[in-house]
């Protein structure tokens, strides 16, 4: 198994912004339908019901493994808006993530909005030649939920998109989840966009779901990983072939 890119392999805390789609479609319920758990229920939890859940787990256990990792919250609309700055709380973050509802069918998302906010919330990109505070010791991540079938993600800028990318400190992840692909929706070209988001480095992990809950939850609890001390994603999914 190789090791991970960009020279980092001892640990690293993090500091991780969940970036997550409001859309419409994050109220559908489609991976509820496979679960046996929840099919008595009077309704079925959404996509965004799932998240939240699944990630005040993802939370605790990062801090499990150490306190002094951070977490961090914005949302997609037709672009990015920070909602919650880095903090150790997660109470904090899982009370912001409770009053987040599914909104509007919001018809376009400007990636390039992420990549400033990656930006201008890490401490890893200097400004006029200094840096916003002094250099920490984190790792920044972002990993995005996005929920949209028929809104491509627009890059307007690859300069932005290369640069940020290619900092050995900064990775993005992405889990996209998406009604059954159709004639009726752009769920395909949606994904490749997605793809296209770490062509140059191969540092990402993306994940794709239109029904299955239990792939999701483990889609997210492979993100536990630290992301300096983890293969690619490619790498990773050979190591699981071999190993059955």
């Not at 009370?95 to 376009?108: E, H, Q, R, V």
């Not at 769920?187 to 770490?198: H, I, R």
């Amino acid at each position: 198994m190789s090791k991970p890119k960009g020279g980092l392999h001892e640990f690293v805390p993090e500091r991780i912004i969940f970036f997550i789609d409001i859309c419409d479609e994050m109220q559908e319920d489609e991976m509820s339908r496979s679960a046996a758990a929840v099919l008595s229920m009077s309704r079925r939890p959404s996509r965004m019901d799932h998240i939240k859940t699944c990630l005040r787990g993802f939370m605790l256990t990062k801090q499990r493994m150490s306190q002094h990792h951070e977490f961090a919250l914005a949302l997609l609309t037709d672009s990015t808006h920070w909602l919650c700055d880095f903090t150790s709380d997660v109470d904090q973050i899982c009370k912001m993530m409770g009053g987040l509802k599914p909104g509007d069918a919001y018809p376009s998302f400007d990636m390039d909005s992420l990549f400033k906010t990656l930006r201008d919330k890490s401490n890893l990109f200097p400004r006029d030649g200094a840096y916003s505070r002094p250099l920490d010791d984190f790792v920044y991540r972002g990993i995005v939920f996005y929920g949209r079938s028929l809104v491509i993600p627009t890059y307007t800028s690859t300069t932005l998109h290369s640069k940020t990318m290619k900092h050995p400190r900064l990775f993005v992840d992405v889990i996209y989840l998406h009604s059954k692909p159709s004639s009726h929706n752009k769920t395909q070209e949606v994904y490749d966009a997605l793809s296209d988001l770490d062509m140059e480095q191969e540092r990402s992990y993306l994940f794709e779901n239109s029904t299955s809950l239990r792939r999701f939850k483990l889609s997210v609890a492979t993100l536990l990983a630290n992301p300096v001390q983890r293969p690619s994603q490619q790498d990773f999914k050979a190591a699981l072939n071999e190993g059955d």
